[in-house]
């Protein structure tokens, strides 16, 4: 009886193993991963949009910072989205100033490890706890 329980007990295993391999998974084809082109759609703006917060983005550090989103993600533009990330993190807007901190740590050309201490202590005052983790991981490195 006991060899009979054991002879069963290694059969279901072997189908199971053996069902598992034709398990169909999804794969890329199925569920594709999001692609940059979807990421720059979602940021991208119509041209009278453009217009309204281009002309309120001076005295507004949300339309500022959609701005650089749109020029950073929807259209790769460096130079227009780094206007306009410096514009909103100047006005006080806490997550462009983290933002900007982490470009001034990482990013070649505009790694400035003073400044970054300084929008990272900016964003931190505001209640940015990453902005605060950055600061003192960098504080701590000695730079």
């Avoid at 462009?96 to 929008?119: H, I």
């Amino acid at each position: 009886m006991a060899r009979i329980a054991l002879i069963f007990s290694f059969a279901l295993i072997g189908f199971i193993l053996v069902a598992g391999c034709f398990h169909r998974r999804p794969d890329r084809a199925q569920n594709p991963a999001p692609l940059p082109e979807a990421a720059a759609a979602q940021f991208d703006l119509p041209r009278s949009e453009r217009k309204q917060l281009t002309a309120i983005a001076p005295t507004n550090s949300f339309a500022a910072f959609r701005l650089y989103e749109y020029y950073q993600i929807a259209h790769y533009d460096q130079s227009n989205a780094m206007y306009w990330l410096y514009q909103s993190a100047n006005q006080g807007n806490p997550k462009a100033e983290y933002s900007l901190a982490n470009y001034m740590t990482f990013l070649p050309g505009y790694v400035d490890l003073v400044g970054a201490k300084q929008w990272f202590r900016l964003a931190a005052a505001q209640g940015d706890a990453d902005a605060a983790r950055d600061l003192k991981q960098l504080e701590s490195q000695g730079k």
